[in-house]
């Protein structure tokens, strides 16, 4: 299917306007859960940081200009009756602005400059442009005029609180360009004209949304937005970031985190393998000394305060089988030696003396930071933490006979068997898993979807706990999708996180665990209702479960690649 090159419209409210490879976006969103009155160039450099705020004003007055604000992938756009003002990206790192019958005041978003925090502006002689340097992010962001008039400038070279910034006028056609830079580069000179970066722009992102979902079709009609999502969130390597990397947003979680990766990476894997391969293999580039992945990694900081559950066998797996690109022994050899070490720290830092089965020492390790599984206590075995790593320890084995380690196969299957035999005799309790404390051995169960991950074994399980796992997920199903708690709970909560909401992760797992155990009705009406709730409300971290409406960071990539698998294996089971 050919896109149309103009490429979907959204709501700048949702969705930043950015481009892939930029780590700057256009949007109100300032911070976690504020909205700005007017729209901002938000870094992502050191953090979130809304640099600088761009004001349309009236050309008459010089007031502030109540516009309409309007968006697609190449083109974002504030529309008056007296004019409008248009960006377009010119490159990663440059945006091009023009008005006609409107002003534009550049603003930096800080008022106060201190030693140590703010937004310095200067007008640089040896470029002739105007500057702002930003500590908090520490770069600088140059305005260029291309042509019109400056009506204004304001808090040139000044300290302490104040405003800074400049005025475009209005009084004819006007073009600028901005630039987020280090310390210096040569004076800006256009590449091209608005015109054509604009086309530019549309064109590269049709070329993306063509390669990365050549399937869709009126069917799946939320797939060019879910798309522009992905893209729009890539980053080019820079600071701790070493590959090329989709954001979890440029919203407020604008992080890798170490389970998240692996949706992305599969949903991009049949069109973009490269760009696939760099999202499964981010996180393990920054693996430590006990084989632990850290928890996130972003421009400028690693966390290892708490890590995430081992689903990277069960995406190998997958990954393999959508990848476009063959694998030879070293890309093969390189992941057999990463999935070793992740998978050797869970069977020995995050097993008690003694155990068969490794623990969480927090929700968060989990990735389902407040679920009622760990109400009772928080150093805790569960029987998902189990199933994911029986999932690892089969591919570890497939993947050592693929490389000539007979030895080191039968071992990873025997530990496979050994602790798939465990969680059932240990955590089984005959019609539900438990979970068990670490230090006190009692024993629980809740309420909590987490509680039938282990559906995700799919073949694996026996055929009358799966049966049993099916009835229980189908409880959790509303009208929108699996509820993270049961509705009936009375630890429910709409905006609950874990704890109520429906999110995309535990959604494609079960999925796909109930597939494979053979109950494809109850698979096929997950997906469907998940489809359908993308398609109505968006790509949101989370859903309430019983109305359907997006919750916290509404440009959440994992959510977006998630329909993409679903919508592209539900077109493709239509197709025979």
Known sequence: MTADRSGPPFSVRDVPFSTRGSWFDISPVVAEKTYAEDLHLVSHQNGMHAVLSLVPLEGATGDRAETRVEATPGLLSWIHPAGRVELAYESPDTVRLRGAGLALRVLATARTLTPFSGTYFFHDAAADAHVFTSYETGRRYRVTVLCGTVTDTFGGQALGSGDRGLTVAADGPWEIAVEELDTARPPYAPSAAFGKIVETARNSFADFV??????????????????YVVWSATVRPTGLVTRPAVLMSKHWMDKVWSWDHCFNALALAPGCPELAWDQYH???????????????????????????????????????????????????????????RWTGFWLTARRAPGAELPHYQHGNDSGWDNATTFDPERVVVTADLSAFLVLQLHQLAELATELGKPEEARRWTRTAAETQAAMLDQLWSGDRF??????TGDTWSSSSLLDLMPIVLGEHLPDDISGVLADRIEAHLTPYGLATELPTSPHYRSDGYWRGPIWAPATVLIEDGLRRAGHHRPADEISARFRALCETYGFAENFDALTGTGLRDRAYTWTASSYLLLAEAHARRGSH
């Not at 390669?211 to 060019?224: D, F, G, I, K």
């Not at 972003?298 to 966390?303: D, M, V």
């Not at 708490?306 to 476009?324: D, E, M, Q, T, Y």
Request: negative net charge.
């Open 210 to 227: 063509d390669t990365v979902a050549p399937w869709r079709s009126s069917a799946t009609p939320a797939a060019e937005l879910a798309a």
């Open 282 to 340: 981010l996180p393990f580039d920054h693996q430590d000394e006990s084989g632990a992945l850290p928890d996130s990694v972003t421009h400028s900081e690693i966390l290892h305060n708490f890590v995430k559950p081992p689903i990277h066998g069960w995406a190998f797996a997958h990954l393999r089988r959508r990848l476009s690109m063959p694998l030879g022994p070293a890309e093969l050899t390189e992941t057999y030696d990463r999935l070793e």
């Open 434 to 439: 438990v979970a068990r404390g670490v230090g």
